[in-house]
């Protein structure tokens, strides 16, 4: 199993930067490639960003150019560096790996982006 906790999330203005951590622990050797998805309220979950382990980065076109997906395998975190920041990013970010058939999320961190 994986535990994944996120931290980083806060109030920021419109056009601001925020950096998300995730760090994981338990079953980390297992772990291949890490997924940011973001859930506002009254909608789905939606991706955000992917990051293998070899480092090979995909975002989809909404987020393409202002976040950045990156890992540190030796501290067995994650981080999702966001700029340019829109009150549309205002969502609830989850960190997220699959091992196998199992799924898992974090706890997930708030992002409020004020216009």
């Known amino acids: 199993q994986v535990q994944l906790v996120e931290s980083g999330g806060g109030l920021v203005q419109a056009g601001g930067s925020l950096r998300l951590s995730c760090a994981a622990s338990?079953?980390?050797?297992?772990?291949?490639?890490i997924d940011w998805y973001r859930q506002a309220p009254g909608r789905q979950r939606e991706w955000v960003a992917s990051?293998?382990?070899?480092?090979?980065?995909m975002y989809p076109d909404s987020v393409k150019g202002r976040f950045t997906i990156s890992r540190d395998n030796a501290k067995n975190t994650m981080y999702l560096q966001m700029s340019s920041l829109k009150a549309e990013d205002t969502a609830v970010y989850y960190c997220?790996?699959?091992?196998?058939?199992?799924?898992?999320w974090g706890q997930g961190t708030q992002v409020t982006v004020s216009s």
């Open positions: 990051i293998s382990t070899g480092g090979t980065t």
């Open positions: 997220s790996t699959k091992l196998g058939v199992s799924r898992y």
């Open positions: 338990g079953s980390t050797f297992s772990i291949n490639a």
